[in-house]
């Protein structure tokens, strides 16, 4: 598996059926949490943002642990393909981090009045987004790619080190300057009517972003190795 | 401590006291960014004496950033990396040499040019303290990052290694400022300076065995 | 104890392109070996594949009959000279000598005495002032610091004139004489005795 071409054609065989499950349960999951759950006493309409909100976190910080884990396998065994999927799984991360940050502000406007807040859960999640920007921004000034890799392996490795140390520090920070705790993402009691259609969500966004994964993939190894054999021979074939 | 690694600090630190600019320039950046605070918020001494520790704190992050780039690139250039890892002595300790003098040179010339704005800012006289001590242990462990983040942008620009370390070096900001603050309101600053030295003590082995391995990365 | 080289099959890629494949060699006490090659052709890379300081694609690089032990290579007293000089502009001459490695205390005799060697008087001078000629002999002042088993020296003869390119190829013999080797790349080929390879 650890070989690109290998990869490819495991990949080839797998990636339309992904595709077509991510589709699927992210079209369920939004439906049912968009459309068909229930609105919420108190915020009425606004908190089926939630439903985006809440994978988005989740897997902005999820794709940072994976990237490291990654890392980790690329500095030890110097795996090729655990070097690309860090930099395939980067933009991903840092789309969803996005996404947490704009759903965020568009929940915060009509609830609280404003498009932003300085609570620990956007500022920690602003910051992740800079570490994001460092990686993406570190692998795109290197020339050689495989160095490029195991560069921001290493970085992904002292991120994932760090940022708990970041959360709690942050944490720590707005109770020290807010003593009045009002999280945007929190939902103390939820219903399971509220409860289970964020639980599909969170698994389709693990499979919208599986599946991103792999078209980046596919894309970053016919990319790097565009000079060899297999990989005119594939073009070859598809002509 | 071996005759040769004896050797690269007093050849660090001639070459660095022999070029001035090395020690001058944070310096002089720091009191600069320091001074602009005043002119852009007004003179008002309640104000800027409240903001001190802020203010102080993030010029010297600042500062610290801005003479990252040189630890490694010269020895880089020509050569003498190199015979860092051919030789015997383990890698990670030459690297932390040189984190060493690079405080020396950057980091305690600091704490004179924050003592100087900690006046000009009307910081509280109960804080002062707090803040050298803060300092102290907040700017080596910001050399320390500076190195980790000098190794990975190696030849490359130095606001890219200043965009890897910034996000990293936001719990010592946070935990400078708090010493600092809190002193200046009487409470007990102690937990925050152990937090600090804790991570100073997990950072030496740590960052520096990482920089070793972000420095062989030039060397496949 | 000699540092007996050996090198089997050794090949080396770099970005696509075969560097140099199958290389055979050994380096035994007195003997020099010469690697030659044009600009870029992987002289350079060759010699930093032999230190450690670069991977090589395969084949086999013993130490004394231990296998391709980077380990084994690191205790022994080797000599390491770059395309890059390692000499710190802002250092004079003296305290460039001063600053080598040796594995015995260096006295301020041993360092007048290489520096006479090769024709530098004023020691306090600082190197950023020196012409290349002159920072050259700087780094074969090195040479005699210690006693070096083997000399692994990158292009010495470029950029020197011919009174230097003697003073080297006397050194070279004295060395040999006295058991070291001394492994050096170039351009073309020089007049000192030694086993030659092309790249």
């Known amino acids: 598996m650890g070989s690109p071409p290998l990869f490819f054609n495991w990949s080839s065989k797998i990636v339309t059926w992904l595709g077509i499950s991510a589709f699927s349960f992210l079209l369920l999951g939004l439906y049912w949490g968009l459309i068909l759950a229930p609105p919420d006493y108190k915020q009425g309409d606004v908190f089926r943002i939630l439903y985006i909100h809440v994978p988005s976190a989740i897997m902005g910080e999820s794709i940072f642990i994976f990237m490291a884990f990654c890392g980790f396998i690329n500095v030890i065994w110097r795996a090729k393909i655990s070097g690309m999927m860090i930099k395939s799984a980067a933009p991903i991360g840092m789309s969803f981090v996005l996404l947490t940050l704009l759903t965020g502000s568009i929940w915060g406007k009509p609830t609280w009045g404003t498009w932003w807040v300085w609570d620990a859960r956007l500022t920690s999640t602003l910051i992740l987004f800079f570490i994001y920007m460092a990686l993406i921004g570190l692998h795109s000034t290197i020339d050689d790619k495989t160095k490029a890799d195991r560069a921001v392996s290493i970085l992904a490795i002292v991120g994932v080190a760090i940022i708990p140390v970041i959360k709690k520090s942050v944490d720590w920070w707005q109770t020290l300057h807010q003593p009045s705790t009002f999280t945007l993402t929190s939902a103390p009691s939820m219903s399971a009517e509220m409860y289970q259609p964020l639980l599909l969500c969170v698994i389709a966004f693990y499979i919208v972003f599986a599946y991103l994964l792999t078209l980046n993939l596919r894309n970053e190894v016919i990319e790097r190795e565009k000079s060899k054999n297999w990989v005119k021979i594939l073009l070859e074939r598809s002509k | ?220 | 104890m000699f540092p007996n080289l050996k090198v089997e099959n050794l090949s080396c890629v770099r970005s696509e392109t075969t560097l140099f494949e199958n290389l055979n060699f050994e380096v035994l006490p007195g003997q020099n070996l010469e690697i030659i090659g044009s600009n870029g052709s992987g002289k350079t890379t060759l010699l930093r594949v032999i230190l450690g300081l670069a991977k090589q694609e395969s084949g086999k690089l013993s130490w004394l009959n231990s296998d391709n032990n980077y380990e084994t290579f690191r205790t022994f007293n080797c000599f390491y000279q770059g395309h890059n000089l390692a000499i710190k502009n802002l250092l004079t001459v003296y305290e460039n000598l001063y600053m080598t490695k040796v594995s015995s205390k260096l006295t301020d005799e041993k360092i007048m005495l290489s520096l006479n060697r090769v024709g530098l008087t004023r020691s306090n001078e600082f190197a950023g002032n020196l012409s290349v000629g002159q920072r050259k002999r700087i780094s074969i002042a090195r040479w005699l610091l210690d006693d070096y088993k083997i000399y692994f020296i990158d292009e010495p003869f470029s950029a020197l004139d011919n009174e230097a390119t003697s003073l080297i190829e006397n050194l070279i013999e004295e060395l040999n004489d006295k058991g070291s080797s001394f492994v050096i790349t170039g351009h073309r080929p020089s007049n000192i005795v030694a086993n030659r390879i092309d790249i």
């Open chain 2, 1 to 220: 401590m071996t005759n040769w690694i004896n050797l690269i600090l007093r050849k660090d630190l001639l070459i660095a006291f022999r070029r001035s600019s090395t020690y001058i320039t944070p310096l002089i950046f720091f009191l600069i960014v320091i001074t602009f605070f005043p002119l852009a918020l007004g003179p008002n001494q309640n104000l800027l004496s409240s903001l001190a520790p802020g203010i102080i704190w993030i010029a010297a992050l600042l500062a610290s950033l801005l003479s990252m780039e040189t630890i490694f690139s010269d020895d880089y250039r020509d050569g003498t990396l190199d015979s860092f890892f051919i030789s015997l002595e383990p890698t990670f300790l030459l690297v932390l040499m040189k984190v060493a003098i690079h405080w020396l040179i950057t980091g305690l010339p600091l704490l004179i040019a924050a003592s100087l704005a900690s006046l000009i800012l009307y910081l509280p006289f109960e804080s002062f303290l707090p803040l050298l001590l803060s300092l102290v242990l907040g700017t080596s462990f910001m050399s320390l990052l500076g190195s980790l983040g000098a190794s990975l942008s190696l030849g490359k620009s130095a606001i890219l290694s200043a965009i890897i370390v910034l996000p990293f070096s936001i719990p010592t900001l946070l935990m400078g400022t708090a010493v600092v603050t809190s002193a200046a309101l009487g409470q007990d600053y102690n937990g925050f300076l152990m937090i600090m030295g804790a991570m100073l003590a997990i950072g030496i082995p740590v960052i520096s065995l990482l920089t070793v391995e972000a420095l062989q990365l030039n060397y496949e």
